[in-house]
């Protein structure tokens, strides 16, 4: 059984930081990449950050230049940086796995997180 637990989230004011911790274990198989997710109340979940195994990072624009996104491959960890918060950045958080097993590709998902930051 596979198993996504995030950690890290929180309460914090403005132009504060938190660093997001995503521990992927059990039978995953072959990781491809590894994300981290958002989704507001009311708002579709949304790509915030994502990793490929061979460790090439992408990011939302929202987020370019605040948040860093980063992986622990030993360990199967993923982790996501984040500085400089707004108020638009309050949402749970949620860590996305992308793997594949024997020939067949699967996406686990952690949780999720809540991140608020206050004005």
């Known amino acids: 059984q596979v198993q996504l637990v995030e950690s890290g989230g929180g309460l914090v004011q403005a132009g504060g930081s938190l660093r997001l911790s995503c521990a992927a274990s059990g039978n995953i198989g072959s990781i491809n990449a590894m994300g981290w997710y958002r989704q507001a109340p009311g708002k579709q979940r949304e790509l915030v950050a994502r990793i490929t195994s061979g460790g090439i990072p992408n990011y939302a624009d929202s987020v370019k230049g605040r948040f860093t996104i980063s992986r622990d491959g030993a360990k199967n960890t993923l982790f996501l940086q984040m500085t400089s918060l707004k108020p638009e950045d309050t949402a749970v958080y949620y860590c996305?796995?992308?793997?594949?097993?024997?020939?067949?590709?699967?996406?686990?998902w952690g949780q999720g997180t809540q991140v608020t930051v206050s004005s």
């Open positions: 996305k796995t992308e793997a594949t097993r024997a020939w067949v590709g699967y996406d686990y």
